[in-house]
């Protein structure tokens, strides 16, 4: 499950330490953590969906190998925040924020991986146990794994709601792509309490040429004064 107790206590030193909630304050978080999300009842036998449309959307996203992207965040407290995005497929992701954010939450091999630097604290999390697997498993395949929770397509985006299954309330996330060509600009995420997040894609690049060390980090060094 993306929301279970175990999950939930692995931040929450980080989110106490801070005096605010991390997952509503970081969009990313929602999106990758899937902590504290509103789970959407629809299921894929309830909704409306054009097979040949979710096929085209998985194969989209398979054969993405690697992209670049500056992103802009809009939080529920009406902050703003911004940094960089880079993905490399299969089991490689880096969000880096700028600051006066703390934070870089990585994606490499099997782990998730939350670092705050303010804090000097890292929290290592299996990554199948988040909704990143999504993006960075080797194939996607959203009946395999996920509930479709909306599709629509008008007005020249594709909207795709997905929702991990199981019987634990789960995160719920709207990818919204332009539709010719089909390309992921934004997602969109809910917190129990209402609050609605917006990720978008600034002049992403598909393909792009990453260095190899993007993917590699250390360790924030730990104050051990008494």
């Known amino acids: 499950m993306w929301a279970n107790g175990k999950f939930l206590s692995a931040i929450t030193v980080t989110r106490h330490a801070k005096g605010f909630n991390v997952v509503n304050r970081l969009g990313v978080c929602v999106l990758l953590f899937g902590l504290l999300v509103i789970g959407v009842s629809a299921r894929a036998n309830s909704i409306q969906v054009d097979p040949d449309q979710i096929a085209r959307i998985e194969a989209y996203l398979n054969g993405i190998t690697t992209l670049r992207s500056r992103f802009l965040q809009k939080n529920p407290d009406g902050s703003i925040s911004e940094g960089v995005l880079y993905l490399h497929r299969p089991g490689k992701l880096r969000f880096e924020y700028d600051p006066p ?44 794994n996920f509930d479709i929770t909306r599709f629509e397509r008008r007005n020249g985006a594709v909207r795709l709601g997905v929702q991990a299954r199981g019987d634990e309330p789960s995160g719920n996330v709207t990818l919204i792509f332009s539709d010719k060509p089909l390309s992921l600009r934004k997602w969109r995420a809910f917190s129990v309490d209402g609050g609605e997040t917006d990720t978008t894609l600034i002049n992403p690049s598909f393909g792009a040429a990453l260095k190899g060390d993007i993917f590699e980090f250390e360790e924030p060094p730990t104050d051990t004064a008494n």
Do not use: G, H
């Open 101 to 144: 954010d703390p934070y870089l939450i990585m994606v490499k091999d099997d782990w998730l991986i939350f670092i705050d630097k303010e804090l000097a604290q890292t929290t290592y999390i299996k990554v199948e146990k988040t909704p990143a697997f999504f993006l960075t498993q080797q194939n996607v395949s959203f009946a395999k």
